[in-house]
């Protein structure tokens, strides 16, 4: 089973608008941490907003905020007030509390086009 | 403070071939990854590391080795390259004294060309 789900391989937002990115995860694990990263078309990782497993409230960081629901096991990133900067590629990434390791399992990513 | 640096930044190689990508990192950091990213997919795990002279395999090992003789190095090694392996290479780091843990850094990327 996939570990990270995203379900909209494209979107699009008119400039200045709100935009919601799905994400679901499977895990066993009790503490576990969720990430978001935006790749834009230059090719780098950025590092956007985490939320981890016992975080009661939901993360924020400036525009972003991450839609935490535990028990439907999704983790939603919300952008507000879209910019035409905002055009990238969207991951989410979980990193599961139980291996040793504390690499990420990503998803496959959302394409988001913010329209002028 | 260079974070997270790779070496090269694109290579082609002929099938057959070797190379050794090289990933450091000045951030004192105990974890070290080697992703690889595919057209249109998320990053997968090659191999990782939780410290100096320990490697283990990631999701899809195959054909890669690693080694990390220092802490701040996390080589990353072709021997006979395929087609398969055309992708582009990231390398991270993380730790867990950050203020998310183990919050991973990424490299800008290596892209390999394998023909």
């Known amino acids: 089973a996939q570990k990270i789900t995203q379900t909209q391989p494209g979107m699009f937002v008119q400039e200045k608008e709100a935009v919601t990115l799905d994400c679901t995860y499977d895990?066993?694990?009790?503490?576990?941490?969720l990430f978001w990263y935006k790749q834009p078309s230059s090719g780098e990782m950025i590092f956007l907003i985490y939320?981890?497993?016992?975080?009661?409230q939901n993360a924020t960081e400036g525009r972003y905020s991450l839609n935490f629901q535990k028990a439907r096991k999704s983790a939603n990133l919300v952008i507000s007030a879209s910019q035409l900067g905002d055009s990238a590629m969207y991951f989410c990434?979980?990193?599961?509390?139980?291996?040793?390791?504390?690499?990420?399992?990503f998803g496959s990513g959302t394409r988001l086009q913010v329209q002028p | 403070n260079a974070g997270v640096t790779q070496t090269p930044k694109f290579r082609v190689l002929k099938t057959g071939q070797s190379m050794t990508l090289l990933c450091a990192q000045d951030m004192n950091h105990e974890y070290m990854y080697w992703y690889r990213q595919d057209p249109g997919m998320g990053l997968r795990l090659i191999h990782y590391s939780v410290g100096e002279g320990t490697t283990a395999k990631g999701e899809v090992p195959d054909g890669y080795n690693v080694s990390r003789l220092k802490k701040q190095n996390f080589l990353l090694g072709l021997e006979s390259a395929a087609p398969s392996q055309t992708s582009v290479y990231f390398c991270?780091?993380?730790?867990?004294?950050?203020?998310?843990?183990?919050?991973?850094?990424f490299g800008p990327g290596t892209r390999l060309t394998v023909t």
């Open positions: 939320q981890g497993s016992y975080d009661e």
């Open positions: 991270a780091s993380s730790t867990l004294a950050g203020v998310f843990p183990y919050e991973q850094y």
């Open positions: 895990t066993s694990d009790q503490s576990y941490g």
């Open positions: 990434a979980m990193r599961e509390g139980g291996t040793g390791r504390r690499a990420l399992t």
